[in-house]
């Protein structure tokens, strides 16, 4: 269920600009920066494709167009200087490319910025001020050196969340896995799974897929994967359902850690992630153990965590029961040579 925002008149004392230009232009006319700068998610399967796309271009189309509204009829529209602003206190989104960045720079450089950013004035610091959503504006606005318009709204905690997910929604900007994080930091902050259902509006059962996949995948997994655009909640849910074995979570966590992982873009790291996880572990080849004598007495193999000795009664004949009769006196020696 979606909230609907009634964004009330800024503080009197903010830097006001001319909304004019905003005013003149007819319904027909006005650019639609909600719909631009979508990431380019992968390509379904021809059947369907063109059904697909109409239907997910019809939609956000209508929903920017509901978010557009609620921010520009009948607001005052402020500049504000980008020093004054802070980020929200829940992040929404991962990583960005410097292409991505230099591209929505360039968008604000040669366009303008035709959609104001939403703002509330800091609860901790009434003279700076926090984004409920808009970072990409601002952050452009920021690189460029100038001042960005917003419009200014005194909002609770929830609210902010609210518009902030319900924005980014309406352009289906985020991916599955910045979503289902979000939702997580908001449950891990007490929010109620009304506020998190309204924020990001689905139901009951979506909510707890996306929370399930967020906490239950490792966060550093999830950190040095990124935001894998082009991969939605069936195949996040079926990393998931591999990594719950522990030598899969544990071989996972070496891949990600490998110092060559992090220079591959983010979704060719979930491709290779998922690729090393379907790879047949590799079996620990036995070393042989050789007694001074030069009996093969044992042989010795290591996989992952564990370490196995095999005693070969053919060459060293009861060798075996009497190295097990003597592993408490072994422990003993072990324990004090580590203490």
Do not use: C
Request: aromatic share 6%; hydrophobic share 40%; charged share 30%.
């Amino acid at each position: 269920m979606a909230r609907k925002l009634n964004f009330d008149p800024p503080p009197a004392d903010v830097e006001q600009s001319n909304p004019s230009v905003e005013a003149s232009e007819s319904a027909a006319h006005r650019m639609r920066p909600l719909m631009g700068l979508g990431r380019t998610a992968k390509p379904p399967s021809a059947l369907g494709a063109i059904t697909q796309s109409l239907g997910n271009i019809s939609e956000r189309a209508k929903r920017a167009e509901e978010i557009e509204q609620k921010l520009v009829e009948g607001q005052t529209i402020v500049e504000l200087d980008t020093g004054l602003i802070d980020g929200s206190f829940v992040p929404d989104r991962m990583e960005s490319t410097e292409e991505q960045n230099a591209a929505f720079r360039d968008l604000i450089r040669d366009h303008g910025q035709n959609v104001p950013i939403l703002v509330r004035p800091r609860p901790d610091q009434p003279a700076r001020y926090e984004v409920a959503f808009g970072h990409r504006r601002l952050r452009a606005a920021r690189d460029l050196g100038i001042k960005v318009r917003a419009v200014v709204r005194v909002l609770s905690d929830e609210q902010l969340v609210i518009a902030q997910g319900q924005e980014n929604s309406g352009r289906t900007d985020l991916t599955f896995i910045e979503r289902a994080r979000f939702a997580a930091r908001l449950e891990e902050r007490k929010f109620s799974r009304e506020t998190i259902m309204a924020a990001l509006n689905v139901d009951k059962a979506a909510l707890s897929r996306l929370i399930s996949v967020a906490t239950r995948i490792p966060s550093n997994i999830i950190d040095a994967i990124g935001p894998a655009p082009s991969f939605g909640r069936v195949r996040w849910q079926e990393m998931l359902d591999a990594l719950t074995d522990e030598k899969v979570r544990a071989r996972a966590l070496a891949v990600v850690a490998e110092p060559d992982f992090a220079s591959f873009d983010t979704d060719k790291r979930f491709e290779i992630l998922t690729a090393r996880l379907r790879e047949p572990a590799a079996r620990a080849r036995p070393e042989s153990w050789a007694a001074a004598d030069g009996t093969h007495a044992a042989k010795i193999s290591r996989t992952g965590t564990k370490l196995t000795l095999a005693f070969d009664d053919r060459t060293a004949p009861n060798f075996g029961d009497f190295v097990r009769e003597r592993l408490q006196k072994l422990y003993e020696e072990f324990k004090a040579s580590s203490s």
